[in-house]
């Protein structure tokens, strides 16, 4: 069975732009959630989608959105790029997103460089 | 959100059994414990999760106090691979009885295993 695929999985962008990162969970997995990774911050919480609709957002400001489709597959978007967004962005899905009894597996990650 | 605290980094031999501890006093009823660990330049893993009982697995076992306030994550050898950061972590339900996937990453325990 494949496992979580992130793409693209390197980025570089300038400040001002808007990027979109792509996941796809693993088959027959509804649940998907996305996080941050940044040396200062360490791994933080982004959102989760379920059934394509949004049940759990972290504490990110506006410029940060994402989407799930019809085949759970996910898009984070983010706009209006600044520096401090420079980060690896991982995915995660999971079967049932049934809340602290299933697993999640995390996908390779996106690196985004922001210049 | 209940809170996790684990040691900064621990160390081990090789072939040796770690034991990673993890403390979590302010854990509530419905709250999983799950694991995770990252290794150098990787999306972070899933190693093992319990609710009250102990459990085992083909990567672990994971023993949960009986007041369940501390865990302790057991890898019967250690390997080269398995040096990597160890994070032990409390998977709530809203408090209205919704379900959650929201992962809140501490900043773990490093594991280093000697040859």
């Known amino acids: 069975k494949a496992g979580v695929t992130q793409t693209p999985r390197y980025l570089i962008k300038t400040r001002g732009q808007q990027v979109t990162l792509s996941c796809s969970p693993i088959?027959?997995?509804?649940?998907v959630s996305w996080y941050q990774q940044t040396p200062g911050q360490g791994l933080q919480f982004l959102f989760e989608?379920?059934?394509?609709?949004?049940?759990n957002k972290g504490n990110f400001p506006g410029r940060f959105s994402g989407r799930q489709f019809s085949n759970s597959r996910s898009e984070m978007n983010v706009s209006t790029l600044e520096l401090g967004d420079s980060a690896l962005y991982l995915c995660?899905?999971?079967?049932?997103?049934?809340?602290?009894?299933?697993?999640?597996?995390f996908g390779p990650g996106t690196r985004l460089t922001v210049t | 959100d209940a809170k996790t605290t684990q040691p900064n980094s621990m160390e081990s031999n090789e072939e040796e059994p770690v034991h990673l501890p993890c403390n979590h006093s302010?854990?509530?009823?419905?709250?999983?414990i799950h694991w995770y660990r990252q290794l150098p330049s990787q999306g972070p893993e899933y190693v093992i999760h319990?609710?009250?009982s102990n459990v085992n697995n083909r990567m672990a076992s994971l023993a949960i106090a009986e007041d369940r306030k501390s865990s302790t994550l057991i890898l019967h050898r250690a390997t080269l691979r398995d040096a990597a950061v160890y994070y032990c972590?409390?998977?709530?339900?809203?408090?209205?009885?919704?379900?959650?996937?929201?992962?809140?990453f501490g900043t773990g325990t490093l594991l280093a295993v000697q040859p």
């Open positions: 995660a899905s999971s079967r049932r997103g049934s809340g602290g009894a299933d697993e999640q597996y």
């Open positions: 088959s027959g997995h509804r649940s």
């Open positions: 989608y379920f059934s394509e609709t949004q049940r």
């Open positions: 302010t854990i509530s009823g419905t709250d999983y």
């Open positions: 319990g609710l009250t």
């Open positions: 972590i409390l998977l709530y339900r809203m408090n209205y009885g919704g379900a959650t996937n929201k992962l809140i």
